[in-house]
């Protein structure tokens, strides 16, 4: 008898190893319903070079000489391509801060967990409808920390462009052109102010696809509230990209922004940044970002008329499929003293720069 129970026990231990790998992985189970989870966390250390002051006219690398968690994200979402679906995207860590400001809450605040993404999805045909909280259709470079060729966000994305909507946006998908039109709360400044009053801003833009290796992208927002009632802010983005070769991409992100804050001369932004993103390996990479932002305000306040230029070169390196790390050094220019300076509190220089290293690892 015992014979018979050493086989039928030796028979079991067998099968265990078969067992276990055929039980569901959360993803396989959310998989099965058409639902996606995924997510990231990015942290890392920046230097810069005005002995541990902030770093002027940056979004989410403000702080120096100091470790910092920016980005814990997930993102929920079950998106068919035909029907009703939706999407909860949630970041945790010291850029939340910002996100909660575009918002209309205190950038400062010690709020550091936002909602950046929560919106209702309804598709049929090529009409696709959404309402909630969405990102930007504006600018080359993007919240999500893995989406961005290098480390720091450039001056437009800081100072000129939006970083997310509440509201209802439309798109329209007829063969390689996409058409997008939407009404948003408020203001679309970075930081943004409460939405206190009825006016909304309004959303237009296309883009086109005419290769697999090109794509065009115009996006124009209106609105007549920027603070008060009966001032207006526009913007113009223009984001056009070409995959050179297996190796070579480059991305050009052009700005034009007019703001009325009730002075007799609207404040003037223009702007281009430039990208040169370059494969060397399976694992390596090399990222090279130019800007420049010209800045004309007849207000007269210091340092309100002004060109901005700054270079950046970013390294990345896969130490597996999904860790990356970063390296990354910068420098920004002025022709106005609008940096903090090295020497006494309250000083400015017309120069910063910085060092800057992250890893990013995504599941």
């Known amino acids: 008898m015992s014979k018979y129970v050493g086989l039928l026990t ?10 276990a790998s055929a039980a569901p992985t959360l993803t396989e189970v959310l998989g099965a319903s058409g639902v996606t989870l995924d997510g990231y966390i990015s942290g890392g250390y920046t230097y810069g070079f005005n002995d541990g002051r902030a770093l002027g006219g940056r979004a989410f690398d403000t702080v120096t000489d100091s470790f910092d968690l920016n980005q814990a994200a997930f993102t929920l979402s079950k998106l068919p391509a035909q029907g009703a679906g939706g999407v909860v995207n949630v970041i945790a860590g010291e850029d939340a801060k910002i996100i909660n400001g575009a918002y209309g809450d205190a950038p400062g605040s010690a709020d550091n967990i936002a909602v950046t993404q929560a919106y209702l999805q309804y598709a049929t045909g090529g009409l696709t409808i959404m309402g909630g909280r969405f990102v930007t259709l504006a600018g080359a470079e993007v919240i999500n920390d893995t989406a961005n060729a290098n480390i720091s966000r450039g001056f437009l994305f800081t100072g000129v462009q939006p970083l997310v909507h509440t509201g209802v946006r439309a798109a329209y998908k007829a063969g390689s052109t996409t058409w997008y039109g939407g009404l948003s709360n408020a203001a679309f400044t970075v930081a943004g102010s409460p939405d206190l009053d009825t006016q909304k801003t309004l ?5 086109f696809a005419p290769s697999s290796a090109s794509s065009l992208a115009v996006t124009g927002y209106y609105s007549p509230d920027n603070g008060g009632p009966t001032d207006t802010d526009w913007l113009l983005d223009v984001v056009f990209s070409a995959q050179l070769s297996d190796m070579t991409q480059f991305v050009l992100n052009a700005d034009y922004r007019s703001s009325d804050f009730g002075t007799s001369d609207d404040q003037v932004i223009w702007g281009l940044a430039a990208y040169g993103n370059f494969k060397l390996s399976d694992a390596n990479r090399l990222s090279l970002r130019g800007e420049y932002v010209d800045i004309s305000d007849a ?20 130490v597996v499929a999904n860790l990356e790390l970063l390296g990354e050094v910068r420098w920004d220019m002025s022709d106005a003293d609008i940096f903090p300076d090295t020497g006494a509190a309250g000083g400015v220089e017309d120069s910063q720069g910085d060092v800057a290293i992250k890893a990013i690892y995504k599941f």
Request: glycine share 18%.
């Open 203 to 207: 959303e237009l833009g296309a883009a």
């Open 10 to 19: 030796a028979a079991g231990l067998a099968c265990l190893p078969v067992m």
């Open 299 to 318: 207000g007269g306040a210091a340092g309100a008329d002004n060109d901005v230029q700054s270079l950046t070169l970013t390294f990345g390196h896969k």
